[in-house]
């Protein structure tokens, strides 16, 4: 019996080490194929590339949702928007609110990294007491668990029957618990709870402005977004698939004037500093 049980761990540890090697042996292959940038003459050609490809996969996404129609996050949205020019006087404010809870979204990121590095205890004990608190939190939202990319279309249709005071507890609490909690050790992605945050934010502030509130909530969302991932035509490429298309010029533009607006705000800091 013992020398199975002896025998079972000189498996064991025998393919734990195989398994070692062959993950420094890849890693060492990977280190000597050649960038994906070098494939290419010059960055013109590896854009041109990388634009073709997304319009492949988007026009491939459009197909696909247009031959099996169902009610999702992702798809080509469809939706009468009333265009009208008294529209315009409020899209500063939008673009305005849009992009201070990105960069807030930001801030509250780098400040997370700060104290947590702060935190001399295991990295098992930070992740427990984060699941704690995330536990405590959820008195007061359950959307403070998820990372809401499946929750964002229920969540839609009942966001304007919501307080905004509580909207906007709902947006600081999100962008709290998953920048805190990806400090603290927590893994998954951040996109899916930031877009779920700003819609929050926005659905808030259309209940205040006589406009469309899906149009507040675009607008607001694409602000928001391009801040925060930096790149203003990934922004609005991911949430054309997660908005009516026919709001699909206002993405794009809100997107292009709030990456502006930080390369402004930022020229700013720089000249002052």
Known sequence: MTQQRNSSSNISLHNLTVALNLTIQ?????KKLPKFSSLFKSKLYQKVFCLIMVMIGVVGAAIVFKLFPEEGLFGIHHRHILWQWRYSMYVIILLIVGW???????????????????????PIIKATIWGIVLALLTLITSYALYSGEFQIVPFVHQALQISPLFLLVIAVIKTLSTNIGFSLGWRGGKIFPSIFASVAVGAAIAQFLPIMPVMCVAITVSASIAVILGKPLLTAILLILLLPIELAPVILVSAYLSACLTKVSYSFRQKNN
């Open 100 to 122: 201070s809870f990105g960069m807030f979204f930001l801030w509250s990121e780098k400040w997370s990294d700060y104290f947590a590095k702060k935190i001399t205890i295991s």
């Open 26 to 30: 890849a890693k060492k292959q990977l």
